[in-house]
């Protein structure tokens, strides 16, 4: 990441965990209108239209996003993504996911895929712009 630059953050939530993603974004408002922020689609928009956050939405996670997101990750056009997972649920397109955590593997970039590590990648992003855009002034 860039010290200087937003950071770019990727968020994506199953469908039960799409209220979760919400109230996370809801807790670090004020620094993600600052970053440059993707989604896919359904979370994209809630989070557009729930809390005013500027998001470029790519499809559902089903009909691609997740891939795309991918795509973008693997190009360096992604630092973090925050992946809230539904553990409990089978999800019809399992390889895609599985194919975007394994590229955050190999790319070495930040993956959240719950609450907890969540916060603490968000809070880390959000210290380390709050330190750069300070050593900047």
């Known amino acids: 990441m860039n ?3 937003a950071p770019r953050i990727a968020l994506i939530a199953h469908d039960k965990k ?3 993603m919400i109230a996370l974004a809801g807790e670090y408002l004020a620094f993600l ?6 989604a896919t689609g359904t979370t994209g928009g ?13 499809h ?6 997740d891939l795309q997101i991918g795509a973008l990750l693997v190009e360096d056009r992604i630092d973090a993504v925050i992946f809230l997972r539904d553990p409990m649920t ?4 399992e390889p895609d996911i599985n194919a975007l955590v394994r590229a955050c593997d190999v790319h070495n970039v930040a ?6 590590t969540a916060h603490l990648v968000l809070s880390q992003l ?8 300070g050593e900047a002034q």
Not at 33 to 38: F, I, P, S, V
Not at 46 to 58: F, W, Y
Not at 111 to 116: E, I, K, R, S
Not at 126 to 133: E, G, L, V
Request: proline residues 6%.
């Open 126 to 133: 959000q210290a380390a712009t709050a330190a750069s855009y």
């Open 111 to 116: 993956c959240a895929t719950n609450m907890a």
């Open 90 to 93: 089978p999800q019809p397109h």
């Open 46 to 58: 809630r989070l557009a239209g729930e809390l005013g956050l500027t998001v470029d939405r790519k």
């Open 60 to 65: 559902s996670g089903p009909l691609g996003g």
């Open 18 to 20: 799409k209220d979760d």
């Open 3 to 5: 010290a200087t630059a």
């Open 33 to 38: 209108r600052n970053c440059t922020l993707t």
